[in-house]
């Protein structure tokens, strides 16, 4: 069978897993449609959100930008990851403890005021769109590569899909959906990996293989730092950005990464405070899956490539190297007419222009694996993308129906209109979504990178505060939120767009007036130690919270039940 | 005891678990990582160099364990002070 007959039958069977699990978990009620009824148990929880988090980002493009990056890359890796920590010790139990729906709520209530609320509501909106832009787009790529319909096509099918689980099961539907499809995405992901990984090193380990010795008895990193420098370009255990940058994106991610709405809302999902403990572990675990494989994937796939094409005759390159020529991810120029493909780091030379994204897409072609495999990763995509999008879609019409038409707009709503709202918001959001995947403005890949920023100068300060310093009012928290959101804005749009300095053109020559030098990817962290500062200056000189607020805090402190006793 | 003492004891313990724990959290990631990446690079863990090996796969498998370490102290911690009940 040919791989597109395996990828039609791989994707039409997942399709109709997802869609017969959204029947069967349909939403009957705003709870049921927000929390999943709050019922969900910690390891379906935990997988859910490792399906929420791991976007196609995670799935298409993070080994592909470490193989090219090599120790740069290590800024996705820990920053990825190491929010898991923060949330697991700082938010998740809190949060379940506040008992409510939404990252607003928490906002809204907290700091007792509507303008608090809708400014979280800015925000959250803010950072989700921008997100769910790119993962629509992911779906697209995936669609026109592997099923050969072109892109908008793609699109389209994604958003009737996503409608069909999002709007009907709200956030029921889309938790068992996660479920299933992080199965889909790890097994898809980490096949390959294990083929791979004893095909170069005779470890199926890929984590182990990382560090082991190929054919010839040479271990596979010093290998690759060898052909790194022949070729002209950084050592690949090195890297070359500076220390300042590296620690700075890398706190920005774990942060952003925390400060995530459509990540703390799965929070509120578990029964218990305990629960939400410990499925933060759960999902980490699973996350961590993929992320220790990514790395080791990134360094196999640099040196096939290297191996396969460097130097070598074009006339003599494997069929897949056509096959993602036509795509455009793939470009060979021959520009000194000797028939060879010359790869090098200088721009002069080079004659191999390749998309980051094709080095998981196309790994499994340049490895020679079965055709069932290459498919798999397909189906991954897939997977990794409509989990995300979901999740995201899931946060923007709650946003909508709940924290401006049910606590602002129409306080009197019923849980069916409110519930009717939440569903036309999903349906809105999905065409809103949709329309960006298909004509995506310029700006959409940069600024998925920089939704972490942006989650980390607004939420993340407010809700630590909230819950770590009982005398937090509003007044500090709201002015935190304005100029750290505002000012990661600014940052975005002068140093990453160069809006004031003569547009995109002018980007590259700024990088020399970066703050502290730090490039917009990492200034979130910036903008998260402004926003902490700010809060705390404006609370020392304005009121106390009022004594019920007050007492709020102590009891989200306390885990469950017991808590409720004391009061 | 009175509830609040208890209450406040509790918090107490907790804050000194997430102290200890988010400093082990900070030294395997921005200082084994990142700081001090270069000075550890001079030794190698299998064929890996040790600092690159904690900045792309020792610190993830020591945050897996630092947050189960923590559902343990805190499971053990809400059974301490009574709150482990629903």
């Not at chain 1, 992080?182 to 791979?196: D, N």
Request: with cysteine; hydrophobic share 50%; aromatic share 14%.
């Amino acid at each position: 069978m040919t791989v597109q007959i395996w990828t039609y039958i791989i994707v039409a069977l997942t399709f109709a897993l997802y869609i017969g699990i959204a029947i069967w978990s349909r939403a009957g009620s705003t709870k049921e449609f927000y929390v999943a009824g709050g019922g969900v148990s910690p390891l379906a929880n935990g997988m859910a959100t490792a399906a929420d988090w791991m976007s196609a980002a995670s799935f298409i493009s993070m080994a592909g930008l470490i193989s090219f990056m090599g120790y740069d890359g290590s800024v996705y890796l820990m920053g990825w990851t190491g929010g898991y920590v923060l949330l697991a010790l700082l938010l998740a139990p809190y949060l379940r403890k506040f008992g409510k729906f939404t990252v607003p709520d928490f906002i809204g209530e907290r700091y007792y005021s509507k303008t608090a609320r809708l400014v979280a509501v800015f925000c959250a909106l803010l950072v989700s769109f921008t997100y769910v832009a790119g993962q629509m787009r992911g779906v697209g790529v995936v669609f026109s590569r592997f099923l050969e319909v072109d892109i908008t096509s793609g699109v389209i099918i994604g958003m009737i899909i996503v409608l069909f689980y999002a709007v009907l099961g709200g956030m029921k539907g889309i938790t068992y959906t996660q479920v299933a499809q992080y199965c889909v995405l790890i097994f898809a992901f980490m096949v390959p990996a294990i083929f791979i990984s004893f095909q170069m090193t005779g470890n199926p380990i890929p984590q182990i293989g990382m560090g082991g010795k190929g054919a010839d008895g040479m271990y596979l990193l010093e290998k690759l730092n060898g052909l790194s420098t022949e070729l002209g370009f950084a050592e690949y255990t090195k890297g070359s950005r500076s220390k300042m940058d590296i620690f700075a994106i890398t706190a920005a991610l774990m942060v952003g990464t925390a400060g995530l709405p459509h990540v703390i809302v799965r929070f509120f999902t578990v029964k218990k405070v305990r629960d939400a403990r410990k499925s933060a572990g759960l999902a980490l675990l699973l996350i961590a899956i993929l992320y220790t494989a990514a790395p080791a994937v990134a360094v196999f796939a640099r040196l096939n490539l290297i191996h396969t094409v460097s130097g070598q005759p074009y006339a003599q390159m494997p069929a897949w190297f056509s096959n993602w020529e036509t795509t455009g991810l793939l470009g060979f120029n021959d520009k000194n007419g000797d028939g060879l493909i010359q790869y090098s780091a200088d721009a002069m030379i080079n004659e191999l222009t390749v998309d980051r994204d094709i080095m998981v897409l196309a790994n499994p072609e340049i490895a020679n694996l079965p055709a069932w495999v290459i498919a798999l990763v397909a189906a991954g995509g897939l997977a990794a993308a409509l989990s995300t999008a979901a999740g995201l879609l899931l946060v923007i019409s709650s946003s909508v129906s709940h924290d401006l038409v049910k606590s602002v707009f129409k306080p009197d709503i019923t849980d069916k209109q409110e519930l009717v709202v939440a569903r036309l918001s999903a349906v809105g959001a999905v065409v809103v979504a949709g329309y960006f995947g298909i004509n995506p403005p310029g700006f959409v890949a940069a600024v998925v990178a920089l939704a972490f920023g942006l989650a980390a100068a607004s939420f993340f300060p407010a809700i630590i505060l909230g819950i770590f310093y009982k005398k937090m009012n509003k007044e500090g928290a709201i002015a935190g939120m304005v100029v750290g959101i505002g000012l990661m804005l600014f940052y975005m749009l002068k140093f990453k767009f160069g809006i004031f300095d003569g547009g995109k053109t002018a980007v590259a020559s700024l990088s020399k007036d970066w703050w502290f030098g730090i490039s917009p990817e990492g200034f979130g962290f910036i903008a998260m130690i402004v926003n902490f500062t700010i809060s705390l200056t404006i609370n020392a000189f304005t009121a106390d919270p009022p004594e019920e607020v007050q007492e709020i805090v102590e009891t989200i402190r306390i885990p469950s039940g017991a808590g409720e006793a004391t009061h | 005891m009175s509830k609040s003492d208890n209450a406040k004891k509790y918090w107490k313990e907790n804050l000194r678990y997430v102290t200890i724990l988010l400093s082990i959290w900070f030294s395997v990631s921005f200082l084994a990582g990142v700081v001090l990446k270069d000075f550890l690079d001079q030794y190698s863990f299998g064929g890996f160099p040790l600092g690159f090996w904690f900045a792309q796969q020792g610190s993830i498998y020591i945050f897996v364990a630092l947050i189960f370490i923590y559902v343990r102290l805190m499971n053990k911690l809400d059974k301490k002070y009574n709150y482990d009940k629903d």
